[in-house]
């Protein structure tokens, strides 16, 4: 049985994408996926045989979700479905690990066919060898300052004790913190921390004082 994934950021286009597979004659089981936040984990536990990407409504969200996937299921085909075959979006998505690129307007039956003809090698497609992206840690997009008050939250310095220490008002260190939050893809102070530490960015705090920072708070 085939393994399908669908990644798309609205629920009509997730419906019509596993739509096509559903009436297609082939066996298959079909997994879809909301594909606002990173989906790294849902596709590891997918293990699935090919993901369709739809271009979305968000610039460069589609080309970040076929990053993961090739990172997170390296032996499937990545496809990306897109509504019209603009060469920029197209390059960008090669260049993020798509095998391929898929018209939305051929139709859900004939996006499944062609997904299928792809995964049986019937389809001759140019990206087969280009390389899988190298995987870069989220906290590597942190500034020093985001990064200083990680660590901190990661000690389990309250946001005053923080604000006290760097200068700053509670009001700065909160809007730092809301940038490590996003950054790092979690939602509250202990799964912060518990990045932190499981990342070993929890340093001796007198080795960081010796440490001038390159930005200002």
Same mark, same amino acid.
């Given at each position: 049985? %085939?393994?399908?994934?669908? !990644?798309?950021?609205?629920?009509? +286009?997730?419906?019509? !994408? +596993?739509?096509?597979?559903?009436?297609?004659?082939?066996?298959?089981? =079909?997994?879809?996926?909301?594909?606002?936040?990173?989906?790294?984990?849902? *596709?590891?536990?997918?293990? $699935?045989?090919? *993901?369709?990407?739809?271009?979305?409504?968000? $610039?460069?969200?589609?080309?970040?979700? !076929?990053?993961?996937?090739?990172? /997170?299921?390296?032996?499937?085909?990545?496809?990306?479905?897109? @509504?019209?075959? &603009? #060469?920029?979006? =197209?390059?960008?998505?090669?260049?993020? @690990?798509?095998?391929?690129?898929?018209?939305? @307007?051929?139709?859900?039956? +004939? *996006?499944?066919?062609?997904? &299928?003809?792809?995964?049986? @090698?019937? *389809?001759?497609?140019?990206?087969?060898?280009?390389?899988?992206?190298?995987?870069?840690?989220? &906290?590597?997009?942190?500034?020093?300052?985001?990064?200083?008050?990680?660590?901190?939250?990661?000690?389990?310095?309250? /946001?005053?004790?923080?604000?006290?220490?760097?200068?700053? #008002?509670?009001?700065?260190?909160?809007? &730092?913190?809301? /940038?490590?939050?996003?950054?790092?893809?979690?939602? /509250?102070? %202990?799964?912060?921390?518990?990045?932190?530490? =499981?990342?070993?960015?929890?340093?001796?705090?007198?080795?960081?004082?010796? %440490?001038?920072?390159?930005?200002?708070?």
């Amino acid at each position: 049985m %085939t393994r399908v994934l669908v !990644i798309a950021d609205r629920a009509s +286009a997730l419906k019509l !994408i +596993a739509d096509g597979f559903a009436d297609d004659d082939q066996s298959c089981a =079909v997994v879809c996926v909301d594909g606002v936040r990173p989906c790294d984990d849902p *596709i590891r536990l997918a293990k $699935p045989d090919v *993901i369709l990407v739809d271009e979305m409504s968000a $610039p460069g969200r589609a080309v970040a979700r !076929i990053r993961e996937a090739r990172l /997170n299921a390296p032996k499937a085909k990545v496809l990306l479905l897109a @509504g019209r075959m &603009h #060469t920029a979006n =197209v390059s960008e998505s090669i260049d993020a @690990g798509a095998h391929g690129a898929i018209g939305k @307007g051929l139709g859900q039956r +004939a *996006i499944a066919a062609i997904a &299928h003809a792809m995964l049986a @090698g019937k *389809i001759y497609h140019v990206f087969e060898d280009r390389p899988a992206p190298v995987e870069l840690p989220r &906290h590597s997009e942190l500034t020093p300052r985001e990064l200083e008050i990680l660590r901190f939250v990661a000690e389990g310095t309250s /946001n005053a004790r923080i604000a006290q220490s760097l200068w700053v #008002t509670e009001q700065t260190v909160k809007f &730092h913190l809301s /940038n490590v939050y996003r950054k790092l893809g979690v939602a /509250n102070r %202990t799964e912060a921390s518990h990045y932190a530490h =499981v990342h070993g960015l929890v340093a001796d705090r007198r080795a960081l004082a010796a %440490t001038p920072l390159a930005e200002a708070a």
